[in-house]
Nanobody
Framework: QVQLVESGGGLVQPGGSLRLSCAAS????????RGWYRQAPGKERELVAI???????NYADSVKGRFTISRHNAKNTVYLQMSSLKPEDTAVYYC??????????WGQGTQVTVSS
């Protein structure tokens, strides 16, 4: 029922930065987890970062120290600030919202390409 729309993807050089945004279509009062996954060609979708309704965060080991997830509840929006980007970060990034009944909502994805 919740609609998610990602934005902010694009082409960036190694070492550069991007900020992804994910806006929800309606109130997220029932959402307990929001986060970001990514999928590179030929690979399975993997978790990048999550943030819970209580503010706890978790990151994949591969992005710790480089990526930061945050939220602005009044805007129903979560963000992924990505810095020190590497070619292996190239993927389609998907926004996730999970409600308290363990139902997952997904955005359509936004392409991030890290290349010289």
């Amino acid at each position: 029922q919740v609609q998610l729309v990602e934005s902010g993807g694009g082409l960036v050089q190694p070492g550069g930065s991007l900020r992804l945004s994910c806006a929800a279509s309606e109130s997220t009062f029932s959402i307990v987890v929001r986060g970001w996954y990514r999928q590179a060609p030929g690979k399975e979708r993997e978790l990048v970062a999550i943030i819970t309704s209580t503010g706890n965060t978790n990151y994949a080991d591969s992005v710790k120290g480089r990526f930061t997830i945050s939220r602005h509840n009044a805007k129903n929006t979560v963000y992924l600030q990505m810095s020190s980007l590497k070619p292996e970060d190239t993927a389609v990034y998907y926004c996730l919202a999970r409600n308290r009944y363990s139902y997952d909502y997904w955005g359509q994805g936004t392409q991030v390409t890290v290349s010289s």
